[in-house]
Nanobody, 127 residues
Framework: QLQLVESGGGLVQPGGSLRLSCAAS????????ISWFRQVPGKEREGVSC????????NYADSVKGRFTISRDNAKNTVTLQMNSLRPEDTAVYYC????????????????????WGKGTSVTVSS
């Protein structure tokens, strides 16, 4: 069974940092591009960042550019989202997701057509 599991969420003060991880079971994460999303109750899910299978292409939402960094550690079968200078508006449940087409389209990095989703990890930025 293919599963994605997010971890690393929690409560942090404004200006603080968190490091989210996306791990996979049942498949090898380095065979796919990975996308991170976030969602606040009552609002649409937002694409936050993605990284291609090759690792050579990344993308960030304007709201997180310069503060978040996505990277992959193929040896550990994980993708991490380093979040710095956190703001209250970053509060959300964060999800990682996989688009199966990225197995062949190794430079693809976007927020459309996800096939697998994790259950999310909650991030709260508050003083």
């Amino acid at each position: 069974q293919l599963q994605l599991v997010e971890s690393g969420g929690g409560l942090v003060q404004p200006g603080g940092s968190l490091r989210l991880s996306c791990a996979a079971s049942g498949f090898t994460l380095d065979d796919y591009g990975i996308s991170w999303f976030r969602q606040v109750p009552g609002k649409e899910r937002e694409g936050v960042s993605c990284i291609s299978r090759s690792g050579g292409r990344t993308n960030y939402a304007d709201s997180v550019k310069g503060r978040f960094t996505i990277s992959r550690d193929n040896a550990k079968n994980t993708v991490t989202l380093q979040m710095n200078s956190l703001r209250p508006e970053d509060t959300a449940v964060y999800y990682c997701a996989v688009d199966r087409s990225t197995r062949l389209l190794i430079t693809r990095c976007d927020y459309d057509g996800m096939d697998y989703w994790g259950k999310g990890t909650s991030v709260t930025v508050s003083s």
